[in-house]
């Protein structure tokens, strides 16, 4: 038995020393980034954010309250096609990903939408990106559409990293277990810290020019500013985007002052009973739910909470010195903690 005794840490196990700076102020900050990727010298620039394509945040009116802040969304894939093709036929399509699974299904409707309109960028995402299948997938998504910016995972390790990225993908997605109503771990022990993974995958993926995008385990903006300075080149949200207007699932309502009001957005996993009730009739006998379900507290419009984290990012670049979002790696210095904060009014 071998056991990796290296530490391998989360968020919160760290925080980011300050360093001196000619910076006054978090006005003079630029959190968005030039991309060209490596299999299609395709180029974008924006916010690199993305809401995840989980049905309840990867919709179609976050990515419209997304676009002036050049932030993006991974689109669900429940979504028919013609509604796809609609939209992206939009002027922001070049901020959406068209998010895949790996069963001829996904792969017949992908070739459909593709038949009418450009898919500029493409999401293969599955629970387990370890299997020789998947990275057949990627290899036969890559050759189908050599136009496409392709994102693939989820691996947390280098080595599947350089071989996704060998495959054809563009950017790797990182992260297993570490979601918010994501069950994994408990259910199979299985997952990796989030920020090691992220750390050593970019280590990885930029070797090949490649790039990472963080998915998963962001709980507050300063998690978003560890993700950035551990090397991510995107960062993916579920969560912390969950309970705004913009949002798909069931909403509750409370009767106050004699007016129905929202308070609370049902939230779950996209491996959970309530996904797997409403898109596949049931959970298979073969599996167990790797998801939950939860309320989260009715949150408004997702433009406040996006720029709540803009603003903690741009505050923490000021904070180490980082004029633009593709500094703040070279200028990251985590320091291993304890506690990341006071606790008294908790
Ligand atoms: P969050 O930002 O909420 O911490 O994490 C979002 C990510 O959790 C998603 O992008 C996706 O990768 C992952 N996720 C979403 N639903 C499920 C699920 O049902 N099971 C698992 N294992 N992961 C999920």
Excluded at 11 to 27: G, M, W, Y
Excluded at 193 to 200: K, R
Excluded at 257 to 282: C, I, Q, R, W
Excluded at 300 to 311: C, D, N, R, S
């Amino acid at each position: 038995m071998h056991i990796e005794t290296d530490p391998k840490l989360d968020f919160k196990d760290v925080l980011i020393r300050p360093k001196r700076s000619t910076l006054s102020s978090r006005a003079d900050v630029d959190v968005t980034r030039s991309f060209r990727f490596v299999h299609t010298g395709r180029e974008w620039t924006g916010f690199p954010l993305i809401a995840s394509n989980m049905d309840t945040v990867g919709t179609f009116s976050v990515a419209r309250a997304f676009a002036p802040f050049g932030a993006m969304v991974a689109l669900h894939k429940h979504y028919p096609a013609e509604r796809l093709i609609e939209f992206l036929r939009s002027e922001i399509a070049e901020n959406v990903f068209y998010s895949i699974g790996t069963t001829t299904e996904d792969l017949d409707k992908l070739a459909l939408v593709r038949a009418q309109v450009p898919v500029g960028k493409i999401c293969i995402d599955v629970a387990n990106g370890y299997s020789e299948q998947f990275l057949q997938v990627v290899q036969r998504v890559r050759a189908e559409n050599p136009d496409s910016v392709i994102m693939a995972g989820a691996i947390v390790t280098g080595e599947m990293a350089e071989a996704l990225i060998l495959a054809g993908a563009d950017i790797v997605k990182v992260g297993i277990g570490s979601g918010s109503v994501c069950t994994t771990r408990d259910l199979t022990g299985v997952g990796y810290p989030q920020l090691s993974a992220v750390i050593e995958c970019a280590d990885a993926a930029h070797g090949l020019r490649g790039h990472v995008c963080s998915d998963g385990g962001c709980t507050v903006p300063g998690d978003v500013a560890k993700a950035f300075g551990g090397g991510a080149d995107f960062v993916m949200l579920g969560g912390m985007l969950a309970g705004h207007d913009e949002c798909e699932g069931r909403v509750r309502y409370e009767i106050r002052n004699g007016e129905s009001v929202p308070v609370g957005l049902e939230f779950y996993g996209m491996s959970s009973d309530t996904a797997m009730n409403k898109y596949h009739g049931g959970v298979a006998d073969y599996r167990a739910a790797e998801g939950k379900t939860v309320e989260v507290p009715y949150r408004g419009p997702v433009k406040a909470t996006l720029q709540h984290i803009m603003g903690g990012l741009r505050s923490s670049m000021t904070y180490i010195g980082a004029t633009r979002l593709k500094e703040v790696p070279k200028r990251t210095t985590f320091v291993l903690v304890g506690a990341q904060r006071n606790t008294v009014f908790d």
